[in-house]
Nanobody
Framework: QVQLVESGGGLVQAGGSLRLSCAAS????????MAWYRQAPGKQRELVAI???????NYADSVKGRFAISREYAKNTVYLQMNSLKPEDTAVYYC???????????????WGQGTQVTVSS
């Protein structure tokens, strides 16, 4: 099937930067959208940024101008560059991909294992 491996989370002071990575592997025929979500304690999971195949990125209003999503097609990898981090950005960050699988019909969604981002004030 498909595996997602996330990396890059950690502890950073307010105003700092982090870069998250999510690499997909397995029987992938094509990757459509790649996205980052986050979930803070006691809150619902929310979309942070999404980048469709061949299209431009979209961002949650709360991160516009501070975060940048990008993808490296040859490596099936999506990145999230996070700048000017704020304490309210503290959450577990998850990547999600929409894919088609070799020799299987339909589209499938896969989630990463999550990586903790903590921003101290």
């Amino acid at each position: 099937q498909v595996q997602l491996v996330e990396s890059g989370g950690g502890l950073v002071q307010a105003g700092g930067s982090l870069r998250l990575s999510c690499a997909a592997s397995g029987n992938i025929a094509s990757i459509n959208a790649m996205a980052w979500y986050r979930q803070a304690p006691g809150k619902q999971r929310e979309l942070v940024a999404i980048i469709p195949s061949g299209g431009g990125p979209n961002y949650a209003d709360s991160v516009k101008g501070r975060f940048a999503i990008s993808r490296e097609y040859a490596k099936n990898t999506v990145y999230l560059q996070m700048n000017s981090l704020k304490p309210e950005d503290t959450a577990v960050y998850y990547c999600k991909i929409d894919v088609t699988i070799v020799s299987m019909l339909g589209k499938y969604q896969y989630w990463g294992q999550g990586t903790q981002v903590t921003v101290s004030s």
